[in-house]
């Protein structure tokens, strides 16, 4: 089973409107975002099944992964 | 009024005197409420050159329209005044639930005017408004004064307190209220103590009326409803402001040790899931907040409870002390809220003295005897107390660190970390050019509340200075205080991302004035040119110089961490400064040129 | 059908009293609300909420019957027939039951009708058949 990803609403605004991606597991949440062509620093947040990961974190076979940007700011 | 408690409260503390007057129509109509009437009474009513103590000054408390309503986050309260910490322009916002009260008791705003010359504490329950004696009061710490009014009064009461900081004048003293919300920037808290108001306490069971019931309620549902579906809810609610903790410490925003970095060795004891884990009990809201941010937290070390810490606090009384352990965080944070002082001024101060320390520059005969070097937890808790007492060390601390380091010079001014004499919130800028400028230009000193830039400097490029940035600076600071002009709090947008045009049909609905967030806008830029106007009638000569940052930004770089070796440059500096004056219609020495003014129809202000 | 509420979700916002009271009287004041939100701070610091049980306790003991059972088995005031008595008040075991006849002409109480819960973000409430169905 894949994994998703799903962007938080101020994401999708970087990213122009996509708001979910399926991806394989196996590989860093840096790497996978990086092979998307996501700068992995403008995610601020990375929440693997409700609880927060770093960008290492190693993406598992039916993981729901949601990121997050502050781009509104603090 | 639509939309409006319908009074403004004034309370002259002079002569002990309270009188209602209807809040003006047409004020209600160009300021809309909260930020915008503060600093439209602030302008018309305190006279040129106040003393910021004095009896000229006033401290105006503003609710906003959608304040105490079905709307998510009408919980802000705008406290405005002359700023004790830096001779110009303080609106500090206060979350929880006073702003809701204030308006169940019919009221928009309250100013206090004048001085008392004893302890007082304000009553008011709906009408009955009252000045009682607070002399027993006085030299108490907020908890334990909010809890005795509790007691006493009920929980439908709602406390804003003062601490010893408030009553020794500390020009960074904060309001407290609901257990851990603050007005903390800019000394409001020394002005109420100046006025020798310990505390207010308020009641209301008024319905506040509504231009049109259905669609009111239909609006404001919805806006419940998008924050409910929002994609980042539960993350948000589960870490509040923490969340960014690992993020600044990964991009270098992360003030470290006085900010001379932006990444901390130890940051990860700091991160949103440790503090969670180990001391986080209850999320705690504002009023009407479908997404609290409040950590409401019980610190086992320190066998305390306190709401945080949150990001600002973590950043100020953790990484930028060089302390990794969140519940000594926690207590520092306790100590502050509790004596009534800014953790974010405190930590400034605190984090500065600790370079002069290590330095050399400061001995222990400076230092009362304390080993003052970063990390040292118990002489940071030491320096709090003292700070909000004046005594010893805290005495020079407690004149912020503008000032302090003037007064001991000896290259103390260029690690004073602040913008026009307010220490800078927690983010490390050495290499984020549209986040320099937006602190350089607050309308209030270093705070990030007005505009935060951080994502967007990384996606255009940390250190290119493009006017698009200065622009997107510009956008942010006319229309993100335009939450606190409305009563509101501003997350549900910056975090949820929820659409702001949920709000225009609900501010609609509720004062029967269709504005659009083209209007919106329009009234943040006049009101961001009215603060402008009013520090340079407050300070002679004021101009470009003021809007410069603390030098550790352009001539120091880092030498850790994720922006290790990198810095702005002080012609870039410049640039920017030139850019934005620019793009405000400002002259280049940083002031509304006569066409702007006019343009914004602000000729009877300047006049 | 009842309103069931875990306090340890709960926030304090009172964005669900506003709802309330926009409810029963198309007015914005949590004061005229059918919920209660108790703060206990500084310590334990928790929400402690009082919500009706739908037990019937207090239609039973009202003399002029005006609180009576809808299709879902809510029991509400109807307006016009309350005389301000007070009866139903102190059986209220929840004490959720309600007369200030400053604030208004009538008895009231939560008549089921969930707007609380819409708007709660916690997920603190919800209304249901048994308190096992929680979500
Ligand atoms: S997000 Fe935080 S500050 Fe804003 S209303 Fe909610 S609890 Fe208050
Ligand atoms: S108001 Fe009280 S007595 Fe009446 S049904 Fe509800 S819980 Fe029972
Ligand atoms: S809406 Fe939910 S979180 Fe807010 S006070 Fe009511 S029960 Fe608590």
Known sequence: ?74 | MNGYGGKILRVNLTDGTVTKEPTPPDVARDFIGGRGFGIYFLLKEVPRGADPLGPENKLIISSGPISGMLIPGGGKCDWTTKAPLTGGYASASMGGHFTAEMRYAGLDSIILEGLSPKPVYLFIDNDKVELRDASDLWGKNTFAVEKQFKERLGEEFQVAVIGPGGENLVPYACINHDYGRQAGRGGVGAVMGSKKVKAIVVHGTKSIPVADKDSYRKAGMAIYKACKDAEGLKDWTRYGTTIVVSWCDEVGALPTRNFSAGSFEDGKNLYGPVMREKIVITDKACFGCPCPCGKYSRNKKYNNYVEGPEYETIGLMGSNLGIDDIEAVAQANLLCDDLGVDTISTGNAIGWAMECYEKGIFTKKDTDGLDLKFGNVEATFAVIEKIARREGLGALLAEGVKHASQKIGKGSEKFAIHVKGMEQSAYATHNATAMLLAYMTCDVGAHHNRSWAITYDLQVGRDKVVPEKVARVIWLQNFRPMFDVLGGCRLQWVELGIDRDLYVPALEAITGIHRSWEDLDKVGERIWNMTRLFWARENEGFGRAWDMPSPRFYEEAPKSGATKGQITKLEDVNKLLDMYYEQRGWTLDGLPTPETIESLGLKAVVA | ?135
Do not use: H
């Open chain 1, 1 to 74: 089973m894949p994994a998703k990803l799903r962007f938080g609403a101020s994401l999708r605004i970087l990213l122009g409107g996509k708001d979910e991606l399926t991806v394989e597991p196996g590989r860093s949440v840096r790497a996978t975002l990086a092979s998307l062509d996501i700068k992995p620093e403008l995610v601020a947040m990375v929440s693997v099944n409700g609880e927060m990961q770093t960008k290492d974190y190693v993406i598992q076979e039916g993981d729901t992964v949601r990121l997050m940007a502050v781009v509104g700011g603090g």
């Open chain 3, 1 to 135: 059908m009842r309103l069931y509420v875990d306090n340890a979700k709960c926030s304090g916002c009172n964005a669900c009293r506003v709802a309330c009271s926009l409810n029963l009287f198309g007015e914005n004041n949590p004061k005229k609300a059918a919920l209660v939100i108790e703060p206990q701070f500084p310590a334990p610091g928790v929400y402690n909420v009082k919500v009706c049980t739908q037990c019937g306790d207090c239609a039973a003991v009202c003399p002029t019957e005006a609180i009576k059972q809808d299709e879902q088995g809510a029991y509400y005031v109807n307006f016009d027939e309350c005389n301000l008595c007070e009866a139903c008040v102190p059986e209220c075991k929840e004490e959720v039951m309600f007369v200030r006849s400053e604030l208004a002409n009538t008895a009231w109480k939560c008549n089921l009708c969930g707007d609380c819960v819409a708007v709660c973000g916690t997920g603190a409430l919800w209304i249901a058949e048994t308190e096992a169905v929680a979500a």
